[in-house]
């Protein structure tokens, strides 16, 4: 069998030459002894590629014994075991997607790129993203030697449009709603702008009354969120608990419970394309719409990242005043915005 690869010399660096394609490629050393050896591997990789994978495997398991039998379904739970709170469950959930059936019980190191473009084709954005974070966890730990599909070959997420939820479409749902607690805490996500998990895990001691504010910690990034609240705020909050959990029943639904609810509510005043975190995104854009500071919003949102903020309000139209009535409305009228 004729070899695939040769060897040249050149500026005193040996490199590779295919037979096969034409290219050279360097070994990045002037070592012949090095060289050699490397030249010797290439084709032998190429006449007998079964054997070489067992003999890799071999070497390999001298530093992870692991390494012959872990699987794909071992790294998910290996994470799943990491994680905690809502990430946790969002990787249980994931793991249960059914395109990574493909790869669940395969052997990590035997798995050729193939089978993750396989397990990509048949998957939704969810799949990609976290196949992806798989991949490249399997990686950080050392269960794979080298990627299995290269960084720029992976498809790239596109997720679907998001929105915020008008006040028209939010008025339409909360005058709908004959639930009076749901109806309290929609009206929460529209003044607090909170994410659907931490407004459900409200309680009656997160609010002070005297300054009019509610302070809590994000669940999903343990930021302090402190948002001031108003005169609508407050009248809702009146007719919640006054000890313990504010929202009882619909605080202990899963999110997913809670989505379901709110989709149904959107569906009997027909109102499409937004979700709970369409709330987010609306108090953002009206947080920027109004000249807010950046430094506020992000300390309402609880959010320690400008580049955070900024795609949620995104959308938002800003008509910017003259600094004429910025002087004489915020700062003389309204008093210093520091203070």
Not at 46 to 72: E, V
Not at 243 to 265: K, N
Not at 269 to 278: E, F, I, N, P, R
């Amino acid at each position: 069998m004729k070899r695939r690869y040769r060897l040249f010399r050149r500026n005193g660096t040996f490199y590779l030459w295919d037979n096969v394609t034409g290219r050279r490629e360097s070994l990045e050393t002037k070592n012949s002894d090095d060289a050699q050896r490397l030249l010797h591997a290439r084709n032998e990789a190429q006449r007998q590629p079964a054997l070489n994978l067992h003999i890799a495997k071999a070497y390999l398991a001298g530093t992870d014994s692991g390494i012959t039998s872990r699987t794909w379904q071992d790294a998910l739970q290996a994470i799943i075991d990491m994680k905690h709170g809502p990430t946790k469950e969002r990787w249980q959930r994931a793991a249960q997607e059914k395109p990574l059936d493909g790869i669940r019980h395969k052997i990590i190191v035997e798995t050729q790129a193939s089978h993750l473009l396989a397990v990509l084709k048949a998957g939704t954005v969810s799949t990609n993203a976290h196949l992806r974070k798989l991949h490249n966890f399997c990686l950080d730990m050392n269960w794979l030697p080298w990627p299995i599909l290269p960084k720029k070959q992976w498809p790239a997420v596109r997720y679907g449009e998001k929105r915020a939820i008008t006040f028209a479409e939010h008025h339409k749902i909360i005058a709908r709603e004959p639930n009076p607690e749901r109806k309290a805490f929609y009206q929460l996500c529209w003044h607090l702008g909170g994410s659907q998990g931490d407004i459900a895990a409200l309680q009656a001691e997160d609010i002070d009354w005297t300054d009019r504010t509610i302070a809590y910690r994000r669940k999903k990034t343990a930021e302090p969120a402190i948002v001031r609240f108003g005169v609508e705020v407050a009248v809702a909050l009146q007719q919640l608990p006054k000890a313990g959990p504010l929202f009882p029943e619909f605080g202990e639904l899963s999110a997913g419970h809670r989505a379901t609810e709110f989709r149904r509510a959107c569906t009997r005043v027909g109102v499409a394309g937004v979700t709970l975190h369409s709330y987010r995104y609306a108090w953002a854009e009206r947080a920027k719409a109004s000249g807010m500071p950046e430094r506020f919003a992000m300390e309402m949102l609880g959010h320690n990242s400008r580049a955070v903020t900024r795609s949620y309000a995104k959308k938002a139209q800003v008509r910017l005043p003259s600094l004429e009535e910025y002087e004489r409305h915020i700062l003389i009228e309204g008093g210093s915005l520091n203070n």
